[in-house]
């Protein structure tokens, strides 16, 4: 969700007024997901990678997201969103993770949408830390190297628990995947808006669900002449 900054900067406001824009934007997502009969979507609202901003940024986007964890979970939980987190939350102060464990426990049975906050989060920190966990477990003698694949590494993701995307979006222009989902998105289609996240809104969303209905997902197969797989 890129470009909160340069849009406010576009408009002469602090980089926070963009902060709070793109979270409106969020919740038009949300609305747009729904409509749109979406199981899983995943947000990457806090990078690892963000830590390393002045401090007056940091502060400023936590204190965002305590708000919205604090006042706006009540919303999510009326349209039946079920929130859950990956990143490394340790990071976070305690009064912060208790309000993304509050968050947590109240939606944890909804069913319509399952939310993925990435907070704290990077794909090779998550990856390492899968690797390394899988390696004491050898050492353990609970698994057998040899038998260790595909599958047997996911589980050690703190995706395990959700389905590979299908569609990663990335808004501003930018053109690279920048550290989210690095494992998961091995097959998933990607599409990049030139559109600042905080003017994105529910049409962009119906051409990129229209978009991705139109394209040809083989999975690495060859179609045959008649265009089975």
């Given at each position: 969700?890129?470009?909160?900054?340069?849009?406010?900067?576009?408009?002469?406001?602090?980089?926070?007024?963009?902060?709070?824009?793109g979270?409106?934007?969020?919740?038009?997502?949300?609305?747009?997901?729904?409509?749109?009969?979406?199981?899983?979507?995943?947000?990457?609202?806090?990078?690892?990678?963000?830590?390393?901003?002045?401090?007056?940024?940091?502060?400023?986007?936590?204190?965002?997201?305590?708000?919205?964890?604090?006042?706006?979970?009540?919303e999510?939980?009326?349209?039946?969103?079920?929130?859950?987190?990956?990143?490394?939350?340790?990071?976070?102060?305690?009064?912060?993770?208790?309000?993304?464990?509050r968050?947590?426990?109240?939606?944890?049975?909804?069913?319509?949408?399952?939310?993925?906050?990435?907070?704290?989060?990077?794909?090779?920190?998550?990856m390492?830390?899968?690797?390394?966990?899988?390696?004491?477990?050898?050492?353990?003698?609970?698994?057998?190297?040899?038998?260790?694949?595909?599958?047997?590494f996911?589980?050690?993701?703190?995706?395990?628990?959700?389905?590979?995307?299908?569609?990663?979006?990335?808004?501003?222009?930018?053109?690279?995947?920048?550290?989210?989902?690095?494992?998961?998105?091995?097959?998933?289609?990607?599409?990049?808006?030139?559109?600042?996240?905080?003017?994105?809104?529910?049409?962009?969303?119906?051409?990129?669900?229209?978009?991705?209905?139109?394209?040809?997902?083989?999975?690495?197969?060859?179609?045959?002449?008649?265009?089975?797989?």
């Open positions: 969700m890129d470009g909160n900054g340069r849009w406010a900067q576009a408009r002469g406001k602090p980089v926070m007024a963009g902060h709070r824009a979270a409106e934007a969020v919740r038009r997502c949300v609305k747009a997901a729904i409509a749109a009969h979406v199981r899983y979507l995943t947000l990457y609202a806090f990078s690892s990678e963000n830590w390393n901003r002045t401090t007056e940024e940091v502060s400023d986007l936590t204190s965002l997201l305590r708000f919205y964890l604090r006042h706006k979970v009540a999510l939980h009326e349209q039946n969103v079920r929130l859950e987190f990956i990143g490394d939350l340790s990071r976070f102060d305690s009064g912060l993770r208790a309000e993304i464990d968050a947590r426990t109240l939606t944890a049975r909804n069913t319509r949408l399952t939310m993925i906050l990435a907070l704290s989060y990077g794909a090779r920190h998550d390492l830390k899968a690797a390394k966990s899988l390696a004491a477990a050898a050492m353990r003698g609970e698994i057998d190297p040899e038998t260790i694949g595909e599958e047997a996911g589980d050690f993701l703190q995706t395990s628990p959700f389905p590979d995307p299908d569609l990663i979006v990335r808004t501003s222009g930018e053109r690279r995947l920048s550290n989210f989902l690095l494992w998961e998105s091995a097959y998933a289609e990607l599409a990049f808006l030139d559109v600042m996240w905080p003017d994105f809104d529910e049409t962009h969303f119906e051409t990129l669900m229209l978009d991705f209905s139109r394209r040809e997902r083989r999975f690495g197969k060859r179609l045959a002449p008649d265009g089975a797989l």
